[in-house]
């Protein structure tokens, strides 16, 4: 505080200093509060960017099931072929997401022959591997596939 001479007669008048910035309390407890935020929500916000970069692997096992089918009903049998329907047709061709986060492959079905029954399943590469859904799978019929530790197909293929 200071301390002001009044000129109606010469008394002292207290005068408040304003502060024009932080304690370093003050600083400290913000930097605090933001690092508990940002400790609780991370692990939710990872979920939220695994499962939506899942998306783009489920959308692309659609579009590979369809041109399947497409290539099944000119040819009359099923193909190894991620991208069937760019010709030529070529055995054992994988495909990748855009993102590049996933590669899809077609194989046979186990009880069956590649000529009548195919899978195809989207393995995820390089970070999205942390992914719960280490695979997801669909086949001829349309049946949907996971395998990892959220194998429960409805966590996996849903939204």
Known sequence: ???????????????????TGFSLIEMLVVLFIVALVAVLTWPSYRDVVLSSRRAE???MLLVVSSDQERYFSRFNRY???????????????????????????????????LDFCFVAT????????????????????GVRGAKGSLSDLNECWAH
């Not at 989207?122 to 695979?135: R, V």
């Open 1 to 19: 505080m200071r301390y002001l001479a009044d000129n109606r007669g010469g008394y002292l008048i207290r005068v408040k200093r304003s502060s």
């Open 57 to 59: 692997a489920k959308s």
């Open 79 to 113: 193909i190894d072929d991620s991208s069937p329907l760019n010709s030529p047709a070529s055995a054992g061709r994988e495909k990748h997401t855009t993102s590049g986060l996933y590669t899809i492959s077609v194989d046979a079905c186990a009880d069956g022959h």
């Open 122 to 141: 989207a393995t995820p590469l390089g970070s999205q591997s942390a992914d719960g859904c280490t695979s997801l799978s669909i086949d001829n019929r």
